[in-house]
């Protein structure tokens, strides 16, 4: 630096000046390098492993705007001692651990109206195709969750209106809802599975016409015995029925006809459901209801009608007893009660006045059967003796020598007692 000086007795003053200055500088730099070693000391980055780092690295800037998070390659780096912190966001389902479902028969449109609804932004949520199935990603709540899966179930499902009959629609997944007069039905399912039942409609499923008799049956009963859906139209019958059933359907039909009124009977529906099921086990009928009608088809359906009538009347009740006797006993019931008694598997039913129902049905369930090992080989004289003495019915098994003792309950107990008692020097 060249200096023009008016007087040379400065020289000294700004040579002084110059020194303090340089030293000043040198100080200056010497700052500036510790402040800067002592930032990046500060500044130190850890790599973490997280799966979605961006999300992690946005939510850290909101939450702490000086922590500085950077991803690179995929990575998520932050400055050391945010390690704990980044863990935790990792785990949160609305920054770093997204909800997954695997969603079937339901549109992609669906699910962005659900989104939209339930106010999730597009970039909080991910739609994926394979197989023919959606994976959705979802960063929420579990309760904002748990409500978009309900709204899926909910437009998951759609409805369509049906001419085909029950048996028919076991084969799908539906539900029906609603059934119509004209036979026609309501159904609702998975909306692959009402496009199942669409296509298999337009291929398998025809009408069948036949004209219809004076004599004939109303379509009503018909769609009742057959199972099919019955319209009349213009003097004809028109059956909904599979292809594959036709041929069954009109052998069904010609059967009906030759039985209308003989082995098919319809009255006024005035019996209680206990009533027409025990008509149904004990004469082998089907009892079909139909408005505020019944009808009865089978060999005895006289039998049933009559039966039903007069219960109807009051005349007689029936009970239901989960015992079944045996022949022998079931005479001797019939004869000192004065009832009716028809076994039914391991059931029977008792028909009769009440108080006879009443005293029958005690008398019965007093009745029991019991196993007791012998000590002695016993002879058919000494059954039965014990037979006779005790009044009750003794079965002897001589291979294992047991004995099963059947009657009421005092008298088994008595017999029990005594063939216990029979020692190997007794003479049987």
């Known amino acids: ?53 961006q999300r992690i690295a946005n939510a850290m800037q909101i939450l702490y705007p000086k922590s500085n998070p950077k991803v690179s390659n995929g990575k998520l780096y932050v400055v050391s001692g945010f390690e704990q912190f980044v863990e935790s966001l990792s785990k949160d389902p609305i920054i770093g651990a997204p909800w997954k479902v695997i969603v079937e028969d339901v549109s992609e449109e669906v699910i962005n109206i659900a989104a939209e609804y339930l106010g999730i932004d597009k970039e909080n949520y991910t739609v994926k195709t394979i197989n023919e199935k959606l994976i959705v990603t979802i960063f929420a709540s579990q309760e904002t969750y748990k409500r978009f899966l309900n709204f899926l179930d909910m437009f998951g499902n759609v409805s369509y209106l049906v001419r085909v009959d029950d048996e028919y629609l076991k084969r799908f997944n539906v539900r029906i809802l609603q059934s119509f007069s004209d ?5 609702s399912g998975k909306i692959k599975e009402i496009e199942r039942l669409k296509k298999a409609i337009s291929e398998d499923i025809t009408t069948y016409t036949v004209q ?103 005349n007689q009740v029936i009970e239901l007893v989960q015992q079944r006797v045996s022949d022998g006993m079931l005479d001797m019931l019939k004869s000192l009660f004065k009832i009716n008694i028809y076994n039914v598997g391991n059931a029977m039913y008792i028909v009769g006045s009440k108080d006879s129902v009443e005293q029958a049905k005690k008398y019965i369930l007093s ?62």
Not at 5 to 30: G, R, T, V
Not at 35 to 52: C, G, H, I, W
Not at 237 to 252: A, D, Y
Request: net charge negative.
């Open 1 to 53: 630096i060249a200096i023009l000086l008016d007087d040379p007795a400065h020289l000294a003053q700004i040579q002084q000046i110059l020194k303090d200055a340089k030293a000043a500088k040198s100080i200056e730099k010497e700052e500036t390098k510790e402040t800067k070693e002592q930032v990046e000391v500060e500044l130190r980055y850890t790599a973490v492993d997280v799966l979605y780092p």
């Open 183 to 187: 036979g026609t039905k309501l159904v």
């Open 212 to 314: 219809q008799l004076p004599t004939d049956p109303s379509p009503e009963i018909f769609s009742k015995l057959t199972g099919t859906v019955v319209e009349s139209k213009d003097g004809l019958l028109i059956f909904t029925v599979s292809k594959s059933r036709m041929e069954s359907l009109k052998r069904e039909i010609e059967q009906i006809r030759k039985s209308y009124s003989v082995n098919i009977l319809v009255l006024e529906d005035k019996f209680s459901t206990e009533e027409k099921d025990a008509v149904e086990k004990i004469y082998g009928v089907k009892v079909y209801n139909v408005d505020d009608k019944i009808i009865i088809y089978g060999n005895l359906a006289n039998e049933a009608r009559n039966m039903l009538e007069s219960l109807a009347n009051k």
């Open 367 to 428: 009745y029991t059967s019991m196993e007791v090992s012998t000590n002695v080989e016993m002879s058919q004289s000494h059954i039965e003796y014990i037979s006779k003495v005790y009044n009750v019915q003794v079965e002897y098994f001589q291979n294992i020598r047991k004995a099963r003792v059947s009657g009421f309950s005092e008298n088994v107990q008595k017999a029990i007692s005594y063939i216990s008692s029979l020692g190997t020097n007794d003479v049987v």
